[in-house]
């Protein structure tokens, strides 16, 4: 049976999930008058803020250069947001910083057009304003060092784009989480949902891994890398992990380094975020590891293999492969040349839920009803934050902005293999985290 027509609204809801698009939902529906009679619980398997969720980190890159005409201009507008800087706003207090990114691709990669279209893209959402000239081409790889000032770079065409910047990604989600709790519309529980309850083709609720259950009216999986567990994703969306490398630094070069613009390489998927606390991070936004495990079926009898996030807690000793670590430092060589061989004293694989085009899934599930999915992150959602929410309301009203109805949509033909072919990802395809950690790890 396949169900497609909106339910009414709600006198219950669970969401499931306590990151981006489960917070923020949290958030909207408390807000919206339409769901003022509606009981709302929040659930996570962690307490907040749970320390292997991707939204929780020390710095995440705010832009609106997409390649893509629709998510820049929803970047756009979640960064008027993110530049208030008031204490009692998302962007005050050192949440947001407009530090500047650098865009760049290597000469003769896939990912060139992405930066291409990316640079268009932000050059008309500026033209005509007081912004028109924040956005500068950069056409070799001297100019590209020479914007960046730490006698280091990447890549042999981009821009720079100085009002794009990055937000310290914890306190966000924390600020968040604080006006969430001021509503007083919300019950949070920490438990760990091991399965959706069904009666024939309606949700029904949620079952605990202590076998317990809570029904609710709609049901809103906003589980971000896990969502494929809970309901059958394959060939739709994949957890893929990400790595990501941390490094003490001194004072004098928090100072000088502090200035520093966002440093993204679309054709190696490297970058670096100005350093925060004498902390700088090295990652990688590329296809990633995939961690395929046979899980029982969310949906019926026997068994399916999907990827699943492998995180430090589960593995407390859990460091990035060899592989890995090896992009990470050699970024870093070439990106700050200063610090390239200072050793990495952590690490952490931050999974991501990809689909095949970077686009979310914010829509009803076709064959369930009352169930509402809010996933598909593709590693690029924590920047929507202030206005996400709300987005992910509209669409649980029956109002999916025009421009993302087929985008958000729930994908008709599944893909052989989940690689995100949005032109932002590069890398080996592919990689296994179980076969790359086989091949040693820490350098």
């Known amino acids: 049976m396949s ?88 962007g005050g207090e050192g949440r947001y910083s407009e530090s500047g990114l650098v865009l760049v691709s290597n000469k003769g990669s896939d990912n060139e057009i992405y930066v291409q279209k990316s640079f268009h893209n932000v050059l008309d959402i500026n033209k005509g304003t007081e912004n028109e000239g924040s956005v500068k081409e950069l056409p070799s790889r001297r100019e590209i060092e020479e914007t960046v000032g730490t006698r280091g770079g990447s890549g042999d065409w981009g821009y720079s784009n100085t009002r794009s910047g990055w937000a310290d990604a914890e306190a966000g989600m924390l600020f968040l989480r604080r006006q969430v709790e001021a509503l007083k519309r919300v019950e949070f529980l920490t438990a760990e949902v091991a399965s959706l309850v069904f009666s024939g083709s309606n949700t029904t609720g ?87 495990i046979s899980i029982p079926n969310p949906e019926g009898e026997g068994q399916i293999k999907v990827s699943v996030p492998r995180t430090a807690l589960s593995d407390p000793n859990l460091w990035i492969p060899h592989e890995g670590e090896a992009a990470c430092r050699q970024a870093l060589r070439e990106m700050i040349p200063s610090l390239g061989d200072r050793p990495f004293t952590k690490t952490k694989i931050c ?26 992150g593709s590693g690029h959602g924590y920047k929507f934050l202030p206005v996400i929410g709300d987005k992910i309301v509209d669409c649980i009203e029956g109002r999916t902005p025009e421009e993302f109805k087929e985008k958000w949509a729930w994908r008709k033909e599944a893909v052989q293999n989940v690689l995100t072919a949005d032109g932002s990802r590069g890398g080996r395809p592919g990689m296994l985290l179980e076969e790359e950690l086989k091949k040693g790890s820490k350098l």
């Open 351 to 376: 999974w991501y839920t990809d689909t095949p085009t970077g686009d979310f899934i914010i829509t009803y599930h076709p064959s369930y009803s009352n169930l509402f999915l809010a996933t598909g």
């Open 206 to 292: 949620v079952r605990f891994k202590n076998n317990s259950t809570i029904s609710a009216d709609l049901v809103i999986l906003a589980t971000g890398a896990w969502t494929p567990t809970l309901i059958d994703l394959r060939g739709r969306a994949q957890a893929s992990g990400q790595v990501l490398s941390y490094l003490p630094i001194s004072d004098a070069e928090q100072e000088r380094l502090g200035k520093m613009p966002v440093l993204l390489n679309m054709s190696s998927g490297m970058f670096i975020i100005p350093p925060k606390n004498n902390l700088l991070k090295v990652a990688r936004h590329n296809y990633g590891y995939s961690n395929p």
């Open 3 to 90: 169900t497609t027509s909106h339910p009414p609204l709600p006198k219950s809801i669970i969401i499931v999930g306590s990151g981006v698009f489960g917070l923020s939902t949290a958030l909207s529906l408390s807000k919206r008058a339409s769901f003022s009679p509606s009981e709302i619980t929040l659930i996570d398997r962690s307490p907040f803020p749970s320390p292997d969720g991707s939204s929780i980190d020390t710095s995440r890159i705010i832009r609106a250069d997409y390649a893509d005409p629709a998510y820049a201009s929803l970047a756009a507008a979640g960064q008027e947001i993110w530049r208030q800087q008031e204490a009692n706003q998302l």
